[in-house]
Every structure is written in C-alpha cells, then in structure tokens.
C-alpha cells in the first residue's frame, strides 16, 4: 500500500521511499515479503532500511512487548546474519554503532 501511494514521482526521493516501502520486509535468503526476493535482487535501500527497522522495532516500546535492551537488539541482528540480513549491511551496521546509539538516544521515544 505504501509502494502505491509513493509509485509515479519523479522526486527521487518519492520513489526511494516507494522501493523502501516495498522491499524492506524482504530477506536476505528469499523467505520474506511481498515478492520472495533475495541477495542482490533486493534492492540497497531495502536491505539497509530492513536492518534500521528491525533494530528500532526490537529497541522500541509496542503496546505488545516491551523494548528489548541495545545488546539483545544487536544479538538478535547478529542472529539474522545470512538468513534476514545482507551481512555486509549487518558488518557497517555493527561499525556505526555508536553513532546509531547516539542518534536513538537523541530522537528515540522517550524525547
């Protein structure tokens, strides 16, 4: 529905978001949605935004779960290495990560 509402811009912006909106709930091994793509199929700007949404699903607070801590969130990626995750997305991820926590604590929820 997202990819619908974004498809038919010119703005590359709008048609970035279009392929995020489509492609971040796919995985690295072909077992996500909608289209069942894999590796290099999907594209950039959904396995990066995959990683980003899974870390701020797991960090953040949902009216069915509490958030996890950043260590259990980084275990679980880890877990999802070669399965959910492109691992060298995963690797830069993991390289960056004391800038994404300063960033989380900047905007996250509780701000």
């Known amino acids: 529905m997202g990819a619908q509402i974004l498809s038919g811009s010119e703005s590359e912006l709008l048609q970035a978001g279009q392929a995020i909106a489509l492609?971040?709930?796919?995985?690295?091994d072909g077992s996500g949605y909608p289209n069942g793509l894999e590796k290099e199929d999907i594209p950039l700007l959904g396995r990066v935004c995959a990683v980003a949404d899974?870390?701020?699903?797991l960090t953040s607070k949902?009216?069915?779960?509490?958030?996890?801590?950043?260590?259990?969130?980084f275990e679980i990626l880890n877990q999802g290495r070669e399965s959910h995750f492109d691992t060298h997305i995963l690797d830069v991820f993991f390289?960056?990560?004391d800038e994404i926590l300063a960033i989380k604590e900047a905007f996250g929820?509780?701000?």
Request: charged share 45%.
């Open 23 to 28: 492609t971040h709930h796919e995985k690295w």
């Open 54 to 57: 899974v870390f701020d699903a």
């Open 62 to 73: 949902r009216p069915y779960k509490e958030a996890f801590s950043d260590e259990k969130a």
């Open 95 to 97: 390289e960056c990560r």
């Open 109 to 111: 929820q509780e701000n």
